[in-house]
């Protein structure tokens, strides 16, 4: 089920969020209502995976439950092998095995393993809570709290990366404590903006971009439509993946409970490190966390520092997607951080404008990598952007062009929607009429179109 469907808006959340006020007198009644529709709407999906979802949450907490029997750090550590040999088989087992099949020059046969929805997400989330007790902190939590925090569907298929002990204290909280109107008004218009996000923006980008990579993978594009192209996907995916943590943070708000902050800006940043603070900022931090900061950081001398840099983001790149591309993707960061790091030793500053300009060039040319289905492809648009076949023109629709200078111009200026709503918007019950007038405006426009799912869910 997706966040930018009628479906969801017009039915499950209106009839899950009046059940859960219903019930919030009872802390056991509206947490199990929410692992129960945090289930429907994983299989409304493919229901094939709710038992893939469920046995894993299971397993996970019977682990936890023998470690706080017996202390053994083996336990967590046997608990992270689980779970990353599950994402290995579904996510991994054609690429690895298509890896070694080809270096061995054999021919082999792919599984086509169906990737399970959001599983780098919550296995991820189920990792960092693992990783955390071995390290010696003793969250022991109950059946209940531990689902909920696992399933919570706002964030269960895309993020934000959440940690235990950052949303499970707040399930003590009654819902209708006094801050409750606000919460609903705060998490509506963030939920509203990042509809328009998704539908207004990212979706409309993507029928730009998408003709134009697909034209790549066949004949060379001239500069001009492969700039156009490179600029709409870049925009494209900010808008996509950061109006879904928009969608998500605000759903959680209107069941009273705070997700983490997942963009602040990404395409204002003066650096590849500035970027990387704005951008996915729950991954971030988790790479940083339980990869870089294990690996020594930057505890150690300069050449390893940039080789703990470049390992981290080379994994992180892997994690978005079982392919070279990705890993290369990931590379290209890594080496950018590592660049970064040691300009700020020994270099002055750049003056601002320059190092924003620098900043976003390099981020492009890294969502190149990232877009193509194949280095052939980005090397054709690579050549492109440098005008290996010629300047060129493309005729531009209207729209598309709307698109263009206006997710631009909302990308580098203004507040953040997370602040926008849940900082400085005062509460107005006045506001309640455009927003209500724009999300049925949204609907209409949904339901003129074909579903478009988000970028972040095959991943």
Partial sequence: MLFNSQVFIVCFLPVVLALYYALAGSRPARQWLIILASLIFYGWWDVRFVPLLV?????????????????????????????????????????????????????????????????????????????????????????????????????LIAGPLVRHNEIIPQFDRDPRRAEMWENLGRGFMLFVIGVAKKVLFADTLAMLADPLFAQAAHAPLAALPAWIATLAYTLQIYFDFSGYSDMAIGLARMFGLELPFNFDAPYRAVSVRDFWRRWHITLSRFLRDYLYIPLGGNRVGAARQVANLIATMLLGGLWHGAAWTFVVWGGWHGLGLAVNHVWDKRFPRLPRPLAWLLTLLFVMAGWVLFRADSFAVAGHVFASLLGAHGWGHLHIDREYVAALIGGFAVATLGPTSQRAALERLRPDPRLAVPAGVGLVYLLLLIGGRLPNVFIYFQF
């Fill in 55 to 155: 046995g894993l949450t299971l397993a996970n907490w019977l682990a936890v439950r023998w470690f706080a029997a017996n202390g053994r750090r083996a336990i967590p550590v046997a608990g992270v092998v689980l779970n990353l040999a599950v994402l290995a088989l579904f996510k991994y087992a054609d690429f690895l095995r298509g890896t070694f099949y080809g270096l061995a020059g054999e021919a082999w046969q792919p599984w086509h393993l169906i990737l399970p929805l959001g599983i780098s997400f919550f296995v991820f989330q189920k990792i960092s809570y693992l990783e955390d007790l071995r390290r010696g902190e003793r969250h022991i939590y109950g059946l209940r709290d531990f689902a909920m925090f696992v399933m919570f569907f706002p964030q």
